[in-house]
């Protein structure tokens, strides 16, 4: 969602939702309460009407054979109850004939008379009215049947007591919408402080601070508290490592530079040219391990930084190993080293870094190459791992290392054997690289009597 | 209530403004008013005068008359104005949708009773009286009350026989209109009919005819009178007294209504606002033959000067569809045949 690129205040979203939802059931709400106050106010006039109505009939008389109707002062006094309303009436006698009132009343399309008052509206005189139909059977010899009174009336009380209450419904919708959004504005800025207080405080922290962050008693906080604790804890951890590397990492190099220097002063000042073939010699020695420790200063870092940085992706590790070993091999071609490679599996696909792969298990072969003897057997192999994943196992028929200085080998700068020309970081990167998968590095003893170096790689091989 | 035979249409045409005055504005303001013509002058003039370029054309009916002939109207020939003291007639005509509703700040500050439904506005203030001959009178206690006449003409009917007044329900619009609200009004109403009938009560169709009767010494008393004009008339002729009752004395309101097929309607709103503003008000409560609505009206013809001396009961016929009720067929010849039986059960009377 492109919302989730752009910068949003959660304030405010929170906030215009829950309005826009207040919004609709107010006007929900409002629809509910006409439709009440139109019912409300239709009940109360509609018994006024037949009210009214009831009184007109009470004046009903019977006389020599004729209905008459003596209307009862009451029964429209009582419709003045609606002030502003006009009132139309009629009697009809039990053979439908008029009586007396208004002789055009509109009457209902269907209507059968019963002790029930029968309400309709109709128009009449150009004004919409509310009828009241009330029916009374008359049982005396002369006269039998229904006689009908009609009641009518204008609409402008009804409409009042409708707007009135439907104003005063409203208005107290309005009121409580009104305080729930405050109490939202208000609930939503407390819930949101938490979040506030943690930036605030971060931003006042100086780079350096290494205190984690006070923890907070509100159980939805606490976990980002802690997340943001444990981040500023690795950072710090690698912050820590870097410093030690780095420190490593210059000493190293000064070292070699200054042996170089050293060598070349010497050279320099040397009086006996035969002598300094031999002092170059040393000095390109010194050089070829400068450059080989600034390489592997340079793969470190990169092996680490891609650790960081690149995702995993299947690869098909059984070609890479194979592409290797053959660069390896022609590498070294001008050496009696007999290179060996087996693989059994029929795929050999992993999630895997496919640069940094490659250089760990070039170290490897070089390690392998480096501090072997002449005559050297390297056999590379790539198995499946007991507990899963893959192994890529590196065999040499070198002197080895061993048991209790194995763990000393994988670490920095460390170099068992000072007359070889190691740089101390091979080891070192290949189990960088191990961990950057997830696997891990392990040194053994080889069948061919030298060192076995076997990368575990875990994850499914397929 | 007329001067002249009620029977007769009289038609008084007044042009108030100059025909020279009419300019701009074109069609003047017609109005049918049962009214007599003397006592809405001064406000015709007043309004004339604040009004120079509006003329209004005033035609006087009798209030059954005025009735009929609004009703009969088509489409064509309507005035824009009607005025009647007639109140459930005007109420009738509002209800049936012959008017026109006309909402002005005006209209505050009247009483919400002289309002129906914005359409149908009483302007006057006249209390339904006892007129009584002063010579005839005497040394005779006057009736103050209802029972007190009730009981009076039951107790000297030598005295009042052949010499009370009242109107004639069958023709004066008013007079039914207050014959009729005494019966909702009154539980005395039935005694005080029988007592009217027992003394020969004579009937008139009109309160001028009426006034003039006692004013002569023909009767001694008129019964249900409209105060407004019998005041004015008590105020030029000594010969006759008014008694506001003081149990209770309705109060009839005279009734204007723009109709709804109005030739002029926006003359017809300045008219009537013009009527019921406190200036116009004030021009019938210093003029008299009406009496002014607007409580703030101040003079002679005010409320205020009708509750001067007494604290009388004043129960105004309220504006309203309950005022239909003895408008209907039934209930009208049924109350006019009781109202025949109880006063003129003799119609060998002279």
Redo the contacts between chains.
Sequence with gaps: MSTTKRGYSLRRRLLSRTALLLVAVLLLLSLGAWRYARQAADYSYDRLLNSASLSIMEGLLVRNGRVDLDLPYAALEMMQLAPDDKVFYQVRNPQGEWITGYDDLPQPETFEPSDKPFFYDARYRGEPLRFVIQSKRLTEPAVSGWVQVTLGQTLNARRELMVDILYKALLALLGLMLLALAALWFGINRALDPLSLISRTLKQRSAGDTEPLAQTPIQEVSPLVDAINSYHRRLLDNLEAMKTFIADASHQIRTAQSATQAQLDIASQTNDPATLPQRLDTIRQQHLQLTRLTNQLLAHAMVVHRSDTQSLEPIDIDALLKQLLTECVRDHAHRDIDFAYHCDLPHCSLPADRVSLREAVRNLLDNAVRYGPDDNQIDLQLVAAANGGLDIIVDDRGTGIAPHLRRQALQRFSRLATEASGSGLGLSIVQSVAEAHGGDLFLENSPLGGLRARLHLPGGST | MKKRLCSLLLMLIILVAPALAETDEGDPVLIYSATDAPAIQPVLEAFRAANPDLAAEYREFNTMELHERIKSLEDEGYPDLVISSAMDLQVRL????FARPFDDPVLDELP?WAN???EAFGFSYEPVVFVYNKAAFAGRPLPTTHEDLATALRSDGAFFQHRVGSYDVRTSGVGYLVATQDE?TSSLSGRLKESLGRAFTQVYCCTSQLLDAIAEGDLVLGYNLLGSYALARAQRDPRIGVIVPEDYALVVSRVAFITKKAPNPGGAERFLRFLLSFQGQQVIADNGELIALHPRATGPFSIDALTGEQLPNFHPI?L???L???L????RR?FISEWQNALLYDPVAP
Excluded at chain 2, 328 to 331: A, I, P, T
């Design positions: 509002v209800n049936d949708g919400a129906w439904r914005n909702v309220v309203g569809p309950a239909m009720v003895y209907d067929q039934s209930k049924r």
